[in-house]
């Protein structure tokens, strides 16, 4: 039964004090303590009656429902008999660890809510007993050993009639049942998710997306191997899969509820045998970085990138090209643990593990391709990419002809870029990483250019690294930036400080924007379209549909408003730099 229920019972006497928004929240029991401590007693979802005879004064409520909120129990009544109204400390704790607290008047016996509740819950679970049991030795007997998280999807569709998907914290799809989530759905509901868990907010989680409901349940082990509840949620919140239903759990009995906890723990044993099978990616990508970072001969470095072809790209016969990726995620301190004290290089690698894999592809192990080891607190990836094969020489051709050619051929590869490109690989997944991040966390990301062989992967390696610092001046939750933007003046604009960089944007284009304002002349976009098209007179009219005397009237006027002479190299440029940093 619900929270809820209770308070709409006139008869039990219960008044809301705080947690108006977690009344969902699902009673499967009920308790009467006076223990400054019951942690002991709590399995999670009780009612906690109390008439405050643990209280010796204000400084003991924090800690009483701290550890009750970490037992996970559904709400707090505090009888008032003893002590007349609800002590003020006490509403307050419970509204900082979102506990919901009741009042009991006084005239109301705790044996009576207790005889209500037990009555209640007793009823609901007796008639789906039995069919729980059943659906669970299914799951068990049918699950991830027998075919993956696919078959317990699809009992779930078959038995509750319920279509479900496995979802990454990026929202692509693992596994479903029937048809698949279209991308931008599955990138919204992983938002949803992320975003709620960041707030603390009860699982399951309900998202309402173009006029469906989704209820967003999170994979994790809660058996003997779980991590300790007390951790801090941002080590594991970008790396959790979600389960999405598309229903409304917030009306579902205790009973269904927990067969989606029990399907959620299958998925999870199969989410570690998954990151097992990753292991000897890690361990290729740890060995090759090894021997980078320590300047190595590119020989001995070379025979690992042989061992590493075949594993990475099995069947392809050719040794590859290579890009490195390197990857970090920044916390700020919280009211949780202090930023120094989160492992952000494993967060760092599983991310990365999971913004590499093709959006577009669905499953698990798309990710085959994909070695990243972590050093420190950032991720590293060594990515293949099929080498260009040079086609044999064509009949009457000599050997400088092929020669000429083939040096033609690569020019064409370089110069269409080949491989990962930092803004595309961000694309899909800034909403949902975003929202993981909320307002105390950074994801910065590196790309390096394609590399042939052993001896340019140490320049490779510097090279995303001085490219994620790039990123990492930049504003924004998730940035990236590639090799291409540290041969321009892209490299230097990020490292301008902020007095600098207003002082001179202001002095330039300040006056053009006030003119703007007063006359609505449009000079900004007059003087950005003739700097984008050269300072072509017919090229920049033909863009803004102005005829070239007009165009000269308003140039002539930003040379006025400014002292600046746009035929001069210099003061194009300082105009230039000065739209770009503003």
């Keep these: 039964m619900r929270l809820r229920a209770l308070l709409e019972t006139d008869a039990l006497g219960l008044r809301l004090l705080g947690g108006e928004d977690e009344l969902d929240r699902t009673v499967r029991g009920v308790m009467t303590t006076d223990l400054r401590d019951p942690s002991r007693y709590l399995s999670g979802g009780e009612l906690v009656l109390t008439g405050l005879a643990w209280r010796r004064d204000a400084a003991d409520s924090e800690p009483f429902v701290r550890i009750l909120a970490g037992a996970g129990v559904a709400g707090l009544a505090a009888g008032e008999a003893e002590l007349g109204d609800i002590p003020a400390d006490l509403v307050e704790a419970c509204l900082h660890h979102r506990l919901p607290l009741f009042a009991v008047n006084e005239t109301v016996a705790f044996a009576t809510i207790t005889e209500y509740v037990v009555r209640q819950v007793s009823g609901e679970r007796a008639g789906d007993l039995a069919a729980v049991v059943d659906r669970h030795r299914r799951l068990m007997t049918s699950g991830p050993a027998g075919g993956g998280p696919e078959v317990v999807l699809d009992l779930l569709t078959s038995d509750l009639d319920l279509r479900a998907w496995v979802l990454s914290p990026t929202g692509r799809q693992i596994a479903g049942a029937g048809a698949p989530l279209p991308g931008p759905l599955g990138a919204t509901l992983a938002g949803h998710h992320l975003a709620a868990t960041r707030t603390g907010r009860r699982a399951p989680h309900r998202a309402a997306v173009a006029g ?25 919140v970008l790396s959790d899969w979600l389960l999405a239903v598309e229903a409304d759990a917030s009306d579902w009995p205790a009973a269904r509820l927990d067969l989606l906890q029990g399907v959620t723990q299958l998925i999870a044993v199969e989410r570690d045998r998954r990151d097992a099978a990753r292991t000897v990616r890690r361990r290729l990508a740890q060995e090759v970085l090894e021997l980078v970072q320590a300047g190595a001969a590119p020989a001995e470095i070379a025979a690992r990138l042989r061992v590493a072809a075949p594993v990475l790209l099995p069947g392809l016969g050719v040794a590859p090209q290579w890009q490195v990726v390197v990857a970090r995620v920044d916390w700020s301190a919280s009211g949780q643990a202090a930023a120094g004290e989160i492992a952000s290089g494993p967060v760092a690698q599983a991310l990365l593990e999971e ?15 994909i070695a990243v080891a972590h050093t420190g607190e950032e991720a590293i990836a060594l990515v293949p990419l099929p080498a260009v094969i040079t086609a044999p020489a064509e009949p009457g051709e000599g050997e400088e002809d092929a020669a000429a050619r083939a040096d ?31 307002d105390d966390g950074r994801l910065t990301l590196g790309v390096s250019a394609a590399v042939h062989s052993a001896e340019g992967l140490r320049g490779a390696l510097e090279e995303a690294r001085h490219a994620r610092r790039v990123a990492a001046a930049r504003p924004g939750r998730v940035c990236a930036a590639g090799h291409h933007e540290l041969a321009s003046h ?34 900004i976009e007059t003087l950005e379209a003739f700097l984008d098209c050269d300072g072509s007179w017919t090229r920049c009219a033909a863009r803004l549909h102005l005829h070239v005397n007009t165009l000269r009237y308003r140039v002539g006027r930003i040379e006025q408003l400014t002292g600046r002479d746009l035929s001069r190299l210099e003061d194009k440029l300082d105009f230039f ?4 940093m503003s």
Excluded: C, K, M, W
């Design 408 to 438: 033609g051929e690569d020019a064409d590869a370089l110069a269409g870029e080949p491989g990962l490109h930092a803004d595309a690989l961000l694309a899909s997944v800034r909403e949902p990483l975003s929202a993981g991040l909320a």
């Design 577 to 580: 730099l000065a739209l770009r």
């Design 355 to 369: 913004i590499l894999v093709d959006p577009a592809v669905s499953g698990p192990d798309s990710a085959d391709r």
């Design 490 to 523: 892209v490299l230097l604009l990020p490292f301008v400080p902020d007095d600098v960089r207003r002082a001179f944007t202001a002095r330039l284009l300040d006056p053009l924007r006030d003119y703007d304002r007063r006359h609505r002349a449009e000079l």
């Design 212 to 236: 469906t409901t989704y209820s967003l349940f999170p994979i994790r082990n809660t058996g003997r191997g779980a991590v300790p509840a007390a951790r801090d949620v941002r080590e594991s």
